[in-house]
């Protein structure tokens, strides 16, 4: 017990402090420690270390090779601002037509169980968890509909579904219970693989309870996939999601390249997972080091080897593509084509944990190199921005409008016991920026919004960028990420980058971020001067130590 009281004296010590100096060494000194537990594999007690640290190491920043587009303008169109991205992932050309925003829960819903009956050789689920419900058992009855329609067709449809363990563990009823009848009666067509974070390991996994171990680290990919079409979203596979909390989906029809490669990332993913069993028992595929039972460095560098293999074979099989690409087009150039090939899709992994940033690195760069003349339209369900996002968007030239919750719309608000003060932590966090906006004269080019909406929930997330002089945008980033700590540096997150030249599919993503907008209202020192808006002493001590956890 010793070690605890120490850790809180020091916590006490510093935060009595009024030097900004102070603390910030302190959160150095913290940020060091769990770095260090990093390269020695040693005591899990150190993951705790974080609680206490401020400081947000600076991303590694995506280099820029001679001849590759600035993100200045250009009379050649918007991609060239983006062909830099191509030489750190793979690069997906495909038609915009192809292309589809949803727009609303219900419509995120209906297309996955219309897409599910139809799917012939393949379903591929990723997400935190699937829930309990009456409308998450009808998802499920889609499956098992497909795959007795396959067993009377001779066609060996194969489901496999990633989530997240501990999420997916929680409770007597949970999503594991839901996939074992399926599981047990197609045993030869069904996958069922749960991932656990390295991070969540001896004696912090013994003695963090339910619910709160998921904090560590999860699973946190978004991705939806039947044959040849993948669904890319933020949300997940519960009933909120399918109703009443707003999020983000793009539906790439027809796109094989595209869902080659998700399902080859899934794929990759379950292999370094615990596969579940007919009878609740979990296993790890023969020769896979175990997540929390074996040694971390091993498991995280046999996760990252079979992660960036997909990503590398991606980028082979798009280079030798596109070399045929080239040719068949100047054989055909002069012929019209009915589907242009005029939008590019980027696919942007984060996996810090198995020590993969190229989310963050794409990311980075993207707030980098947004120039004066840009617009950039930013959400985050959970606005919580890294240090150095925050820096970069208080930095650039770009002109920015942040959406977030309101506190009504959190989803966290009305929650039980410690999580019910989150929104006013995050109300916390959201004051301290547009502080620093103010302080730093900002606030004419960096613009705070929150969105409002009776009975709903916002968990929308990702960005829409406007090159000057251009009323639509042309490029967005859509998927998991929320651009905080977690996202970066403790989840397994995948978004797209969409870049087009598509008119139509511009028109669509002006009409989405237009949408979510005018539900908002802009933010002012007088918003936080409301009576809802206050936050409690204790509230705000307690959020520099917990924020990297939610």
């Not at 949803?102 to 219309?114: H, I």
């Amino acid at each position: 017990m010793a070690a605890p009281v120490s850790w809180r004296r020091l916590v006490n010590s510093v935060y009595s402090v009024s030097s900004p100096a102070v603390a910030g060494v302190f959160s150095r000194i913290t940020d060091r420690l769990f770095k260090a537990r990093d390269r020695g594999g040693g005591s899990s007690v150190l993951l705790l270390a974080p609680l206490l640290a401020e400081a947000d190491p600076a991303p590694r920043r995506a280099p820029r090779s001679q001849g590759s587009a600035g993100a200045q303008g250009s009379s050649e169109g918007p991609c060239p601002h983006f062909t830099w991205m191509s030489q750190h992932v793979p690069a997906f050309r495909v038609p915009g037509t192809h292309i589809h925003i949803l727009t609303s829960p219900d419509q995120f819903y209906q297309t996955m169980k219309a897409r599910i009956r139809t799917a012939q050789r393949r379903v591929v689920m990723a997400s935190l968890y699937l829930g309990t419900g009456e409308l998450e058992h009808e998802l499920v009855e889609c499956m098992e509909e497909a795959l007795e329609r396959s067993e009377e067709n001779s066609s060996r449809l194969r489901v496999s579904v990633l989530l997240d363990y501990t999420r997916g563990s929680r409770g007597s009823d949970n999503s594991r219970t839901m996939l074992l009848p399926l599981l047990s009666r197609f045993t030869s067509q069904v996958r069922v693989s749960l991932y656990h974070t390295p991070d969540l390991r001896g004696l912090l996994r013994l003695l963090v309870p339910q619910r709160f171990n998921e904090t560590i680290g999860v699973q946190h990919i978004k991705v939806y996939l039947f044959d040849d079409s993948v669904i890319i979203s933020g949300a997940n596979l519960s009933e909120s999601y399918f109703t009443n909390r707003q999020d983000r989906y793009v539906l790439l029809d027809d796109c094989a390249e595209v869902a080659d490669f998700f399902s080859d990332l899934v794929e990759a993913v379950s292999d370094v997972s615990l596969q579940l069993q007919p009878d609740d028992s979990v296993s790890m595929m023969d020769g896979m080091v175990h997540p929390y039972k074996g040694n971390r460095t091993d498991f995280s560098r046999a996760a990252q080897s079979r992660i960036m293999e997909v990503m590398h074979e991606a980028q082979i099989r798009q280079r030798l593509q596109d070399e045929r690409g080239a040719r068949e087009r100047r054989e055909e150039e002069e012929e019209e084509e009915e589907d242009e090939d005029d939008t590019w899709v980027f696919p942007l992994v984060q996996m810090k944990p198995l020590g993969i940033s190229l989310d963050e690195q794409v990311t980075q760069r993207l707030l980098t190199d947004a120039g004066s003349d840009s617009t950039v339209f930013l959400t985050s369900g959970y606005f919580n921005l890294t240090r150095a996002y925050m820096r970069l968007v208080l930095g650039a030239g770009a002109r920015y409008r942040i959406l977030t919750a309101s506190p009504e719309v959190n989803g966290f608000f009305g929650a039980k016991g410690v999580a019910g003060a989150i929104p006013a932590a995050y109300i916390h966090i959201a004051r301290q920026f547009y502080n620093q906006v103010l302080r730093l004269g900002q606030e004419e080019r960096v613009h705070l919004h929150e969105y409002h909406r009776d009975k709903w929930t916002f968990h929308a997330k990702g960005l829409w960028y406007y090159l000057s002089g251009q009323s639509r945008p042309c490029l967005t980033l859509i998927g998991s990420p929320n651009f905080g700590y977690r996202s970066v540096h403790r989840d397994l997150e995948a978004q797209i980058a969409i870049v087009t030249e598509n008119e139509d599919l511009q028109t669509q993503l002006q009409e989405e971020q237009e949408r979510l907008y005018r539900r908002s209202s802009e933010v002012s020192s007088s918003t936080f001067e409301r009576p809802d808006r206050h936050v409690k002493l204790w509230v705000k001590l307690v959020t520099p130590l917990i924020k990297n956890f939610f």
